[in-house]
């Protein structure tokens, strides 16, 4: 089974904290996605990455950045959090190779709040 | 335009009912079709792929129309336990990393 972790399940930061949520996936896929997910918006690809040390901007990357330097592990790092930052997170993870084909696995979500 | 449309709903429908979802996709150069189901709080899960020819699991059949660019869900037979949200994905249709579109997804709630 494949597992995709998430460091935190819900997390109370400050505005203007650093903030980083963290993601592991134990299945050696090559793909790793962050999203957002607010009511009324649906999933929305915040950035991703396809092999370590890349990364690619997704639909919403203002105000995030993001670092893969094992292809394990994928961090979402909010430079100076905003109260517009409150969200459900999730992390995502697929491979380029084998049957599974693009079908994506995620962890289950890390709710923040920003106050 | 977005990318992937779906029915807003919700859709409120008895036990044991037939209920059908569609989607339509913008780009079609897309190749991959998926539906994931995610339940309240809870993260998306594959519930399956959708195949040129169609293809069913159970109470599940899902339909594939490349012209129309349209995509289909049908649950038979529904169950309680089928109430989620129901979300429908498509692959970007280039090479960019696995990057999927999802759409927003429409709620269904099955009623004793």
């Known amino acids: 089974d494949v597992k995709v972790t998430q460091s935190s399940r819900y997390l109370v930061k400050r505005t203007g904290e650093k903030v980083f949520l963290e993601c592991v996936q134990d299945m050696d896929h090559e793909n790793m996605f962050w999203y957002r997910q607010d009511p009324g918006l649906g999933l929305r690809l915040i950035y991703f990455s396809y092999d370590v040390k890349m990364k690619e901007k997704g639909d919403i990357p203002e105000g995030y950045s993001v670092s893969r330097e094992k292809k394990e592990r994928f961090s979402l790092i909010l430079e100076s959090a905003s109260t517009n930052q409150t969200s459900m997170y999730l992390c995502?993870?697929?491979?380029?190779?084998?049957?599974?084909?693009?079908?994506?696995?995620f962890g289950p979500g890390t709710r923040l709040t920003v106050l | 335009r977005k990318e992937v449309e779906q029915d807003p709903g919700p859709f409120n429908v008895p036990e044991g009912a037939t209920v059908a979802f569609n989607c339509t996709y913008s780009?079609?150069?897309?190749?991959?079709f998926f539906w994931y189901r995610q339940d309240c709080r809870k993260e998306p899960k594959l519930l399956m792929s959708?195949?040129?020819s169609g293809n069913e699991d159970g109470r599940f059949t899902a339909q594939l129309n490349r012209a129309s660019q349209y995509i289909s869900l049908l649950i038979r037979d529904s169950k309680l336990s089928d109430s989620a949200t129901y979300l429908c994905?498509?692959?970007?249709?280039?090479?960019?990393?696995?990057?999927?579109?999802f759409g927003q997804g429409t709620e269904l709630s099955v009623k004793p």
């Open positions: 780009n079609s150069a897309s190749q991959s």
């Open positions: 994905v498509v692959n970007h249709g280039s090479n960019q990393g696995g990057k999927l579109i």
């Open positions: 995502a993870s697929s491979s380029t190779h084998g049957t599974s084909g693009d079908t994506q696995y």
């Open positions: 959708v195949y040129s």
